[in-house]
């Protein structure tokens, strides 16, 4: 997956823990501030869900043991979704 800090489009990988309906958990290399708004996209490793891009509220991040950052977001909206190749 891969973030984008909507301030000033900076982007950057991460990897997604954790995604449902509501919300996301990721990890990355650098913090993000508690509040901020991001725009989160994922590349699923399998076709089980199509890729996502949402726009998100950043509302815990807690730095590991090893350094990097563990970042959990609630998605506020939805911004596309690819249909399934299969079923078009």
Do not use: W
Request: hydrophobic content about 40%; glycine content about 6%; aromatic content about 4%.
């Amino acid at each position: 997956m891969s973030f984008k800090r909507i301030a000033c489009g900076t982007q950057t990988h991460a990897l997604c823990i954790d995604i449902s309906a509501s919300g996301i958990l990721f990890e990355a290399s650098e913090s993000v501030e508690v509040g901020r708004a991001l725009e989160v996209r994922t590349f699923p490793a399998n076709r089980i869900a199509p890729p996502v891009t949402a726009l998100i509220e950043i509302i815990r991040c807690t730095k590991t043991d090893d350094g990097h950052y563990r970042i959990v977001g609630v998605i506020k909206g939805i911004k596309s979704q690819a249909p399934d190749l299969d079923t078009v």
